[in-house]
Each structure stands twice: as C-alpha cells, then as structure tokens.
C-alpha cells in the first residue's frame, strides 16, 4: 500500500490526511471555515472530499472538530471518537479550565486564526460513532485510538504506522498558543495536565517517528524521545 500524510492548515491549528490506495482518513477536523482549504489539499494529491472515508478525532474541543459535521451530514462521512468525549464534542457538557501564562502577541495570532477560520460558527457533530481504547479502525491507514486521558476525559493518541506517525491531539503541544514559547510540553486549556503526562506513558515503546500535536510544528523523534524531553523541561 501506498501511503502519504499530508498536513493542511497551519501550526496554529492542523488537519492531517492520511491517503492510502484505499481513501482518506482525516485526522481531526479543524475549524468551520476550513473546508475550501482542505478541498484544495486534497484537489493537489490527486483526491476529492468523495475520497474521504472517515474522520477521526483525538478529542472533543470545538478547535479540532470544525468541518467534521459538514462532512458527515453533506457526505456521509463518518465522525469517531472515544466515547468518554461524545458529550465534549456534541456540546453536551463543557470542560473549566484555566488558561494559566500567556502572553499578548501570541493570544492574538492565535485568536485572529480562530476568528479568520470561523471558530465563532462551530457545527457540533449531530452523529458520532463511539470507539474504545485500542480500537483500529477499518479505514484508510488502519487508525488505532490509545487512550490518553488528560486534555480531556476522552483524549486519545491516533497511531497510524503506515505513515510512521503519532497524532497526539492537545496532549502536548511543541509551541504554545498563549506565550509562542517552542519545544515540547503538556498544552495549556487541560484538565488535569499531571494524568496526562501519566497516560502519555503508554505510548513509550512505539516506534513511530513522527509525531504531531495539535497546535505546534511535528516533533521527530519516537514517543521516548518526547517523554525525555517533557520530563527534561521540568
């Protein structure tokens, strides 16, 4: 199988596509302006949004979930997630968090990003298929779900070997949105940041060498190689 993983949007905020022989998976959804944009992606590899086999999310915040009910309802496309973040991503319940430093120029990229890509008109997903830790789904890449719980109650990990890459949701981020400050560390806006450093424990011995927040450029390195340097920041 022929694999290859594209990365749409910026280091703000990231939507990746895993497209195989087979289709595309999309690894979270972005924010609801960002439709045109992955059309276009997809429109230079050689694919269509019909080529589009599933979505899957590493958690439920409106920043990861933008075009996934767009999708879904005017495709068909299915939405998955761990289950303990259905009610996140469908609005159900809300996460309180505290945003902890910041610092104003980097607040303001971050929020004029949100704002350009219409983070004010969140669709919340109106179907989602909920999945289980360990889960691998049967779609393009064989996306497995690790649960890493932390950022939120439902986080996971989405391991995908056909393209040696991890996508660690908001678990870490390798440039934080409030201060601009790089390198790897747990991502603000968590609910407990100390579970997630205990469930990012898990992924230790993968061998997968390319790793992917949320927000922040790729980290090279395998999982241990991450954890060395998250522990070396303390």
């Known amino acids: 199988m022929t694999a290859q993983l594209l990365r749409i949007g910026d280091d703000i905020i990231a ?6 022989d087979e289709g595309v998976t999309l690894i979270d959804a972005g924010l609801s302006g960002d439709l045109g944009m992955l059309r276009s992606a997809l429109r230079d590899a050689g694919r269509s949004l019909s080529d589009i086999r599933g979505i899957v999310l590493t958690h439920g915040d409106v920043d990861h979930i933008g075009i996934a009910e767009q ?66 789904l049967d779609l393009p890449g064989r996306p497995e779900f690790i649960a890493t719980p932390g950022h939120t109650r439902g986080s996971a990990a989405i391991r995908v070997p ?14 934080h949105v ?18 997630t450093r205990r469930s990012l424990e898990r ?20 999982a241990a190689a991450l954890l060395d340097a998250l522990d070396a920041r303390d």
Do not use: N
């Not at 980097?106 to 919340?124: D, E, K, M, N």
């Not at 056909?162 to 440039?175: E, M, Y």
């Not at 560390?185 to 609910?191: G, H, I, K, T």
């Not at 992924?203 to 395998?222: K, M, Q, V």
């Open 71 to 136: 999708l879904r309802a005017e495709h068909g496309i299915p939405i998955h997630i761990l289950g303990l973040d259905e009610d996140l991503a469908t609005g159900r319940t809300t996460k309180k968090v505290k945003a902890g430093e910041w610092r104003l120029g980097p607040v303001l990229r971050f929020l004029w990003s949100t704002l350009r890509r219409g983070g004010l008109r969140t669709q919340r997903p109106l179907e989602l298929h909920a999945v289980s830790d360990g889960d691998v």
């Open 162 to 175: 056909v393209v040696d890459a991890l996508f660690l949701g908001d678990a870490i981020t390798t440039r």
């Open 203 to 222: 992924l230790r011995d993968l061998p997968e060498s390319r790793i992917f927040p949320g927000h922040g450029p790729e980290f090279t390195g395998t």
């Open 15 to 20: 939507i990746h596509a895993v497209v195989t």
């Open 178 to 195: 409030l201060t601009g400050e790089g390198g790897a560390r747990l991502a603000p806006f968590s609910e407990d940041t100390s579970e």
